[in-house]
């Protein structure tokens, strides 16, 4: 059975850095793609960035690009998302997501490509 835990959510100023972790109980953990996704109440569950299996594909969506950073640690089986220069419309629960995919470099950018998910982590950024 899969399981994914988030964790490194909190309250945080606008402009500020937070790393979300997400260990994952999935072996082997290179084949699976990850991806996170943010939630805010009232709204849909969105695409934020994927990471395919080897690690060499990233994917974000164009409010995270240029200020998150996805990774995976294969040796700990754990997926990162480093945020900086937080706005306040970044305020959501996040969600990790896993895939098992035969593909490397596959990277997933839509919820309905993931059948695993994490129970998420809230994150808030005040202005």
């Known amino acids: 059975q899969v399981q994914l835990v988030e964790s490194g959510g909190g309250l945080v100023q606008a402009g500020g850095s937070l790393r979300l972790s997400c260990a994952a109980s999935i072996r082997p953990f290179n084949q699976y793609a990850m991806g996170w996704f943010r939630q805010a109440p009232g709204k849909e569950r969105d695409f934020v960035a994927t990471i395919s299996p080897s690690g060499y594909r990233t994917y974000y969506s164009d409010s995270a690009k240029g200020r998150f950073i996805i990774s995976r640690d294969s040796a700990k089986g754990t997926v990162y998302l480093q945020m900086n220069s937080l706005k306040p419309e970044d305020t959501a629960g996040y969600y990790c997501?896993?895939?098992?995919?035969?593909?490397?470099?596959?990277?997933?950018?839509?919820?309905?490509?993931?059948?695993?998910w994490g129970q998420g982590t809230q994150v808030t950024v005040s202005s």
């Open positions: 997501a896993a895939r098992a995919t035969a593909g490397v470099d596959d990277a997933y950018l839509s919820k309905n490509d993931y059948s695993n």
